[in-house]
């Protein structure tokens, strides 16, 4: 805030030399002054470059494009439940599934840092078993990280029980991959194939797990070219307003088709909006002793 500070008594002592220049008369917008921190020379560089591409390779009309007035980074939101999750227009939140993926999660992270903006990751177990540095760098990168289960069942043909060891499973082992790391899980999650019931739902949330649901589904897991994924998934933003978009940091036309999509929602005056718990990571609270008290209550 000290650069905010400085700005303000900049402006006055501007404003006091010359009141008819006005270059002060611009307020800073709520987006620059929640945003994690200013875009670097570089990040404009590279920024730019994108943009060139983007235009180049987007062949179909581009309704409503505004100005864009600022960074892509929008305002953190700090959330305890699901309800929490409420966006403004034209506010986007980014989630990538089923990863971490060596050579496919380094370039997300990469074009993610490019537009200074930040993720959620629900990580597969078994991936991050599998990819421990990979989901440390995640985290260190000031992503939030939660779970996706261990081994990507559709948890609705499990019993209950084997259900719940499924999702317990997978948050362990997205924890374990992350120890030493400085970083705790987000205790978030998402149910694959989005397949879900009633019971489930409200095991979870009663434990205190964020479930995140999809907005926007990209179908980045369709045979289609990058420009299509983005196409597709900037007209289904366009028709909602603002959303969950649903990416997979596990396919390369992904990591191809990102760039090209930050730089469209940028253009057409989006905010991607850092999503954080409320109340600390998966240890604030156990899914387990949820898990448990229902049991006893015989549901
Ligand atoms: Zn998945």
Do not use: W
């Not at 070219?225 to 596990?250: K, M």
Request: aromatic share 6%; proline share 5%; hydrophobic share 40%.
């Amino acid at each position: 805030m000290g650069v905010l500070v400085r700005l303000f008594r900049a402006c006055v002592l501007a404003g006091l030399v010359a009141l008819a220049i006005g270059g002060c008369a611009k307020p800073i917008s709520q987006k620059e002054q929640v945003s994690s921190g200013p875009l670097t020379t570089q990040d404009h560089t590279i920024t730019g470059s994108v943009q060139q591409s983007a235009s180049a390779r987007l062949q179909q009309p581009m309704p409503n494009r505004i100005v864009s007035t600022g960074s892509l980074a929008g305002r953190t939101l700090q959330v305890a439940s699901t309800a929490d999750i409420i966006l403004r227009p034209r506010e986007v939140i980014l989630t990538f599934d089923d990863g971490p993926r060596a050579g496919k999660t380094p370039a997300i992270l990469d074009t993610l840092d490019a537009h200074g903006v930040k993720a959620t990751f629900l990580m597969l177990g078994s991936a991050a078993e599998a990819n421990p540095q990979l989901a440390k760098s995640v985290a260190q990168r000031g992503h939030s990280v939660g779970s996706h289960t261990y081994n990507h069942v559709d948890l609705t043909r499990l019993s209950r029980q084997a259900a719940l060891d499924e999702i317990t499973r997978g948050e362990t082992a997205v924890a374990d991959a992350l120890a030493g790391s400085g970083h705790a899980p987000s205790p978030f999650f998402r149910f694959p194939y989005l397949s879900q019931n009633g019971y489930l739902r409200t095991t979870l949330l009663q434990g205190d797990i964020v479930v995140l649901d999809v907005d926007i589904d990209s179908k980045d897991y369709y045979r289609d070219s990058p420009a299509v994924v983005a196409a597709r998934t900037l007209e289904r933003l366009e028709a909602r307003g603002s959303g969950i978009v649903l990416f997979h940091d596990i396919h390369q036309r992904t990591v191809d088709m990102l760039p090209l999509f930050l730089e469209e929602l940028n253009a057409r005056g989006y905010s991607v909006v850092r999503l954080v718990p409320k109340n600390g990571g998966i240890f604030s609270r156990s899914v387990i002793t949820a898990q448990v008290q229902l049991d006893g209550a015989g549901l």
